[in-house]
């Protein structure tokens, strides 16, 4: 189940770069810091099936609402390296 969470966590945590450059991604990269301190306190933490379940939905969901703004980000990113 551990392996599961950080699985989660990790892909989180890896759009990082991709919030910094969108705009509603700025009032996220807090959280941030929450989500690493959490991942290194794994071993101590105690979950269920649900708990572990609830986490991955929370995470799906997360990545779905980030397609439009991040597909946005890339094409601009896409738009300004044709320009140049």
């Known amino acids: ?17 991709l919030l910094q450059r969108i ?17 290194n306190e794994m071993d101590g933490i105690d979950l269920d099936e649900e708990d572990v379940a609830r986490i991955e939905n929370a995470t799906e969901r997360f990545l779905q609402e980030l397609k439009t703004p991040s597909a946005m980000a890339r094409a601009g990113e896409t738009k300004n390296q044709t320009l140049q």
């Open 23 to 39: 705009d509603s991604g700025s009032m996220l990269l807090p959280e941030f810091k929450v989500l690493k301190s959490f991942l």
């Open 1 to 17: 189940m551990a392996a599961r969470i950080v699985n989660c966590l990790q892909t989180i945590l890896e759009l990082e770069p």
